[in-house]
């Protein structure tokens, strides 16, 4: 079992930028894929970047796809999201997750066990 517990979130100016951290507690963690998602008030919870438990595979969704960067520290326990140039609507609370087991990237919420807590970011125009 992983706890997993996300930090960075704040306020930002649109073009701003942020870098999320998600701190992973518990034995294991190399063995777990990481995710990163997002949910704003009003819809569903979807689908931000994803990284294989090597880091050596990485996937974003089209909305953030070369603004956002996901890495991960194997030795920290820790996985990041850096975000650049953001947008007002990239404003969400943002979620990490863990996935055990898994040979490579998830994008879908189900193929996740351990969530955080979720840490809010908002952009202003």
């Known amino acids: 079992q992983v706890q997993l517990v996300e930090s960075g979130g704040g306020l930002v100016q649109a073009g701003g930028s942020l870098r999320l951290s998600c701190a992973a507690s518990?034995?294991?963690?190399?063995?777990?894929?990481m995710g990163w998602f997002r949910q704003a008030p009003g819809k569903e919870r979807e689908f931000v970047a994803a990284?294989?438990?090597?880091?050596?595979?990485?996937d974003y969704s089209d909305s953030v796809k070369g603004r956002f960067t996901i890495s991960r520290d194997n030795a920290k326990n820790t996985v990041y999201l850096q975000m650049n140039s953001l947008k007002p609507e990239d404003t969400a609370v943002y979620y990490c997750?863990?996935?055990?087991?898994?040979?490579?990237?998830?994008?879908?919420?189900?193929?996740?066990?351990?969530w955080g807590q979720g840490t809010q970011v908002t952009v202003s125009s």
């Open positions: 518990g034995r294991g963690f190399i063995s777990y894929a």
């Open positions: 997750a863990a996935g055990w087991g898994l040979p490579t990237i998830a994008t879908s919420e189900g193929e996740y066990e351990y």
């Open positions: 990284i294989s438990w090597s880091g050596g595979s990485t």
